[in-house]
């Protein structure tokens, strides 16, 4: 017992250090999550591709290779953003007014063949790449390292949770995206025009991801066909812990799964550490149960009588 | 008499029709040698598995990645009960007591593995079925990934990652053969009953069905837990078939092969569970030799791997898109001189077919 | 204006509308009653596309809109204020009648139309900046009504309006329909409400079980208010 109590580090510099590992990760997670509660708002649609879409930005990143990061992160966006409409108008249009069940297993079936249809392009090995020599420089606070890149992931999120709040109160398309997002059907009959927002879903959350996949490539170098699918439960994680379809939920979801992640497995004892994501089913099966819309409480509004 | 000798041989036809086709694919193995006959094994164990995930998707609606699962428990069952237990002194130490000596005889342990799957479609049903049919498939998603993690992690019973070996390839043609017709007689048995024709009708209008009173809750959990009884079964012939496993054998690769036979085939027919997993197997066989390379006279084309894969989805993602209910259009094989026709109604998709009979139809209200 | 001509929607295997056939001319109140389950709502929902016909024709000023998409409606110059209201409870009430706004061609007299809609219901602008869903039931019927005005639409279709509001409520929603007369809007109102509509509307019929059992105008249907209660199983209110 006393053998597992020593290995936990209590120390206050550690604490810091897994903060902010933990606020890099959760900002991740929170991009990924929102891109995908943004299209299952809309659509009803769990895109289990969603995280393949970092996968096609993380190997644009290994093909273009060369210019400086700004350069990088725009293109990969740009990328991320059409593939994201193709997906929607090759695989998923046909399909629209399926079942939920059909759009997910369509979903499955997309994802499947972006995975493998990468093994085949570029062979199941991980292909690296470096994309900044300057973000992986950091600053180092006390005894705590702060990568540039976590200060650049940080602020990329922000701003972008920014721009997608003033883009969804203020324009026209963002008030019909919310629109259609409550009740689908009523803002067609209004003049929504279907195709218009659910494309714009599909570009905003390609365009999330694209970000998010320039983050984690420069952070880890790699890519790999498979690179989608721990980013992709993820973000199916984080929608049902937000409440299915709330956007907030969605990225208060992914930054409290970074929260979680890092510190379980800074803080688990050894032999629990393997089961830390079958706890989080775990958690999930129990919020999917007993709290449906989730564990983020909305605002309530009290009607007038 | 003979009316009704006539009647009841109507009814059955597409019972007879399946069992035959899978009765005619084991002859396949007579053709070839040993590797044809592990092929043929395998294929038979997908067309269980297959059948399985039909028994609750298909009546139900709802998607279910439990499938898998309960091929887990199945399989780790059967592996666990049929290690010799020298085996297990030797490779697993750290297997309780009474799993170390145990050795039971391939039958009793493969129905054991199913019966203790179906106890745990039983455990898991009654949270799971009352939920509507997104949030049940995610929820089923949710417990695919919690018994892979456990499989992968659990020392003491599933040795881990490392996972079981040495176990005895008891699984033959024949054995697997008897399997897959029990399994399509049950899933056919379920279909024609009362619970099943009142599970079909729910599947049309989930909410419609509900304010008529028609809560489903104890058909569906009759359906999963069937659902659950064969997939364990799978497992526990495709223990014996592969010797040797851990749980990634149970995961997300396996999953979207049954989805994909299952949807090819038609998700709302058996008829489409079997056709579907031999057509699909037959496919991903030629497919494989085309990925290991192969020989054109003296010119060898190499082959790519992943190929296979990419095919399958593309196959899929066509169905879905151009002729959703499956090769099957989402029906029996009926005897094809009945005067008795089903009805069609306007374009649907994969999952919301077929017109439920007549009595359950006048009960839903309409405004 | 519209013509139905021998509609029949079918939702699966079950006929919710079999065979109706009426029209709605310009400048024309016309009423649809029945109980539950005659078939109003489906005919509503089969007119804006909601729902595809069987079988029959559906005829806009002259041109077949069966198939038509339920957004290219409101465009056409079709305004549906639905069943329950469905107002965006999420967004402000400003935001909700912005998307009134999204079907109509010309968009540069939004702000007249808007001030006419405020003298109408005063209400609505005192909570512009509101959440919908906090708006009482009558409020979110005004709403409903303000935000298909809105659209300048040629023909307005109500979908049991009256429902689940309170007495008064529903005496304020028909003051409104009044005044809609009034001004000579097209009006195609679907309602449980089977005397108050037939004494409201030019003409109403009387649907059940998916077929029209009477028809006629409000004179000739008020000699028969015994006969239309045989029809409707005796539920008028």
């Known amino acids: 017992m006393t053998a597992l109590l020593l290995s936990i580090d209590l120390s206050k510099d550690f604490l810091l250090q897994n903060l902010v590992n933990a606020i890099s990760l959760g900002s991740l997670y929170a991009l990924i999550a929102l891109g995908m509660a943004l299209i299952f708002g809309i659509m009803r649609l769990v895109n289990f591709a969603h995280g393949d879409l970092l996968m096609v930005g993380g190997y644009a990143l290994v093909l273009l290779a060369g210019p400086p990061w700004p350069v990088l992160l725009l293109a990969t966006l740009a990328i991320c953003a059409l593939f994201a409409l193709g997906m929607e108008r090759i695989a998923f249009r046909p399909v629209r007014n399926a079942s939920a069940s059909t759009l997910l297993v369509t979903s499955f079936a997309v994802s499947y063949f972006l995975e493998n249809g990468a093994q085949l392009i570029f062979s199941p090995l991980p292909k690296t790449t470096n994309i900044s020599n300057t973000l992986i420089q950091s600053w180092q606070v006390g005894a705590i390292y702060i990568a540039k890149l976590n200060a650049l992931t940080v602020a990329l999120t922000l701003v972008l949770l920014a721009l997608l709040g003033l883009f969804l109160g203020r324009t026209t398309i963002g008030v019909q995206m919310r629109a259609a997002a409550e009740d689908f059907g009523m803002a067609r009959l209004l003049g929504v025009r279907a195709n218009t927002v659910i494309a714009m879903s599909f570009a905003i959350g390609g365009l999330l991801a694209g970000v998010a996949s320039f983050l984690l490539v420069a952070q880890t170098g790699a890519v790999f066909p498979t690179m989608g699918l721990a980013p992709v439960l993820v973000g199916f994680v984080a929608i049902v812990l937000g409440g299915m379809g709330s956007l907030q939920g969605a990225v208060v979801g992914g930054f409290l799964l970074g929260l979680i992640s890092v510190t379980l497995q800074a803080y688990l004892p050894l032999t629990l550490r393997s089961y830390r994501d079958a706890f989080t089913y775990g958690i999930v099966l129990l919020v999917i149960l007993l709290r449906p819309q989730g564990l983020i409480v909305a605002r309530r509004e009290r009607q007038r009588v | 008499m003979r009316d009704q000798a006539r009647q009841i041989f109507v009814r059955l036809w597409p019972l007879i029709v399946l069992l035959a086709t899978a009765a005619v694919t084991a002859q396949i193995a007579d053709f070839g040698g040993q590797l044809l006959q592990r092929k043929v094994q395998l294929a038979l164990i997908y067309l269980i598995l297959t059948v399985a995930l039909y028994v609750f998707t298909g009546n139900s609606g709802v998607f279910s990645f439990g499938t898998i699962s309960f091929m887990s428990v199945g399989a780790y069952t059967t592996a666990l009960l049929t290690i010799p237990p020298q085996t297990k002194h030797d490779a697993f130490s750290q297997l309780p007591h009474f799993l170390q000596h145990a050795n039971w005889p391939t039958t009793a342990a493969i129905t054991f593995g199913g019966v203790l799957a179906a106890a745990f479609a039983l455990v898991l049903s009654l949270p799971l079925m009352r939920l509507s049919g997104l949030t049940a498939s995610l929820a089923t998603f949710a417990v695919l990934n919690i018994v892979y993690i456990v499989g992968n992690n659990w020392v003491t019973v599933t040795n881990a990652a490392q996972g079981l070996e040495g176990i005895p390839q008891g699984t033959t043609v024949n054995t697997a053969l008897a399997w897959s017709l029990v399994a399509i007689t049950a899933a056919y048995v379920v279909q024609i009953s009362r619970y099943g024709l009142r599970l079909r009708a729910s599947r049309e209008d989930e909410r419609a069905a509900r304010s008529i009173g028609v809560g489903v809750h104890a058909e569906r959990r009759l359906a999963f837990v069937v659902s659950g009884f064969f997939g364990g079964i799978a497992g526990g012939l495709f223990a014996q078939y592969i010797g040797a496993f851990n749980a990634s054998a149970f995961y997300l690769d396996i999953t979207f092969l049954t989805v994909v036979m299952l949807v090819v085939g038609g998700v709302t027919s058996l008829a489409g569970a079997v056709i579907g997993s031999i057509f699909i197997s037959f496919v991903s066989e030629v497919l494989l030799d085309i990925e290991n390379g192969f020989n054109v006279g003296s010119v060898h084309i190499p082959g790519r791997s992943g190929l296979r894969e990419v095919i399958l989805a593309v196959i899929m993602l066509t169905i879905l898109i151009l002729r959703p209910r499956g090769i099957t259009d989402g029906r029996e094989l009926t005897w094809p001189f009945s005067r008795r026709r089903f009805e069609r109604f306007g374009r649907t998709t994969a999952l919301e077919v077929e017109a439920p009979p007549a009595e359950a139809a006048q009960n839903v209200e309409v405004t | ?237």
């Open chain 3, 1 to 237: 204006m519209l013509r139905l001509e021998n509609l029949t929607v079918n939702y699966g295997p079950v006929a919710a509308v079999k065979g109706i056939t009426l029209n709605v001319e310009e400048g024309e109140v016309v009423g649809v009653v029945g109980p539950n389950g005659a078939g109003k709502s489906t005919t509503l929902h089969a007119i804006t596309g909601v729902v595809p016909p069987s079988g029959g024709e559906i005829v806009f000023e002259g041109a077949s809109i069966v198939g038509e998409l339920p957004e290219r409606l409101v465009r056409r110059g079709i305004a549906l204020v639905p069943e329950g209201r469905r107002i965006f409870g999420t967004l402000t009430v400003g935001e909700n009648l912005q998307l009134g706004t999204t079907g109509r061609a010309n968009k540069t007299t939004v702000d007249d139309d808007l001030e006419r809609i405020f003298r109408r219901f005063p209400i609505l602008k005192t909570y512009i900046k509101t959440p919908a869903g906090r708006l009482s039931g009558g409020e979110q019927q005004q709403l409903a009504i303000a935000r298909a005005l809105i659209s300048r639409p040629r023909l307005i279709l109500l979908d049991e309006p009256s429902l689940g509001l309170a007495p008064f409520m529903i005496d304020l929603v028909f003051e409104t329909l009044n005044e809609l007369k009034a001004e000579g809007r097209t009006i195609l109102l679907v309602e449980q409400a089977a005397s108050r509509t037939v004494a409201f509307a030019d003409r109403s019929y009387v649907l059940n079980t998916g077929r029209i059992v009477l028809s006629g105008s409000r004179d000739e249907l008020a000699g028969k208010a015994d006969f239309a209660k045989a029809y409707l199983g005796g539920v008028i209110a």
